[in-house]
């Protein structure tokens, strides 16, 4: 008999065809938080192929928040007036099974070319109406510190730019790559925000938050932003768990982002319905701070909106009607 029973057999085949389709990548830092004895475990489960993403829904889209019709030259997509994306890298140090670019980004490649980020600069430099360029890719921190501070010094030059933001999950999945030397080439003459991506509490490890230590010791303000994930944190303890880990990593939960249908995504998704009702059980439990913006972003490039539960209703004579954290309701009148 060999090694692989049929049914392995079978199984490693279909792995085989995951990571043909899709990037597979980890690091390991996140290697070493998976435990192999829980076959549910959430490190695992948003880093290692499963065969589960061979099942493709109709619903689901190859660009599923409209990146490409948003998008003039390459590396940039501007889609509200006041701020543009800026991609120089399509790569990342791991690839999670539900990321939204999972048909651009991977190790084959390539980021802009020097002609190419000359000329998406030009574009930011150009358009006055332009307040903030947000760097993501790809990871932005997966670049060498000596090329990120020269991308952002050509960036801090345009009078017109109010801030930059850079979209990472690195400090999380590669913490050894926040070196002093990185955090230091991320300061400039204006303020760069910082938008981690993390979505366990697990993923905030000692080296983790020193990394994050290293980011806020800089001066660059933290933010979070998660993806609400089936079989990762699709609990009210996970949520509370991981926005206070954020917290105490001194990073703020900007965005939980309801998940989006790139394909082969279907055994993350989480109803709206299901997501309004974990949120709203996180109002009045847990600090204020740790509640980011439920938000969708709508399907076909027509931005984000928050999706969270309403609380206040008009009523029919003039007056609202208003639901506590507790879920009880009270009229509201002004005047
Ligand atoms: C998500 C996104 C932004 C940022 O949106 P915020 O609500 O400001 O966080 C900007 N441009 C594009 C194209 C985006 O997809
Ligand atoms: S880090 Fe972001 S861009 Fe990279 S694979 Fe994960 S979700 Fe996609």
């Known amino acids: 008999m060999s090694a692989l029973d049929p049914i392995d057999e079978t ?29 549910a475990d959430p490190i695992a489960r948003q880093f290692a192929p ?9 619903e689901e889209l190859s660009d599923p928040i409209g990146d490409a019709s948003h998008s003039p030259l390459p590396g940039i997509v501007h889609r509200y007036p006041d ?13 999670c099974r539900f990321c939204f670019r999972r048909e651009t980004v991977g190790p084959g490649n390539k980021g802009l070319s020097a002609e190419q980020l000359e000329a998406a600069i030009a574009y930011i430099a150009t358009r006055p109406e332009i307040f903030e360029v947000i760097l993501t890719g790809g990871d932005p921190l997966a670049l ?10 050509r960036l801090f030059a345009i009078p017109h730019l109010g801030i930059i ?50 980011l806020a010791d800089a001066g660059l303000p933290l933010l979070g932003q998660s993806v609400l994930l089936r079989g990762v944190n699709d609990s009210e303890t996970a949520l509370a768990d991981l926005f206070r880990a954020m917290l105490t990593a001194r990073v703020k939960p900007y965005h939980l982002n309801h998940l989006d249908k790139a394909r082969g995504t279907g055994h993350f998704r989480v109803p709206l319905q299901e997501g309004q009702a974990l949120v709203a059980k996180l ?3 847990v600090s204020g701070l740790a509640q980011p913006t439920y938000i969708l972003d709508i399907p076909g490039g027509h931005g984000k909106v928050p999706v969270g539960p309403v609380y206040a209703q ?22």
């Open 11 to 39: 199984e490693a085949a279909a792995l085989l065809r995951v990571a043909e389709r899709f990037a597979v990548a980890v690091t390991p830092a996140m290697r070493a938080l998976i435990d192999p004895t829980d076959p």
């Open 50 to 58: 499963d065969v589960a993403e061979l099942i493709e829904d109709p």
């Open 83 to 95: 701020r543009v994306l800026l991609k120089p890298i399509k790569a990342c140090p791991v690839y």
């Open 144 to 153: 060498s510190a000596r090329r990120l501070s020269d991308i952002l010094a």
């Open 165 to 214: 933001r850079i979209h990472t999950r690195v400090p999380v999945v590669q913490p050894e790559r926040i070196t002093a030397a990185m955090a230091k080439a991320l300061r400039g003459d204006k303020p760069v925000y910082v938008v981690l991506h993390a979505n366990h509490a697990r993923e905030f490890t000692p080296q983790a938050r020193a990394a994050l230590a290293r």
């Open 283 to 285: 109002r009045g439990r």
């Open 314 to 335: 008009p009523t029919e004579d003039g007056g609202w009607q208003v639901t506590d954290p507790w879920n009880c309701r009270h009229d509201y009148r002004e005047g």
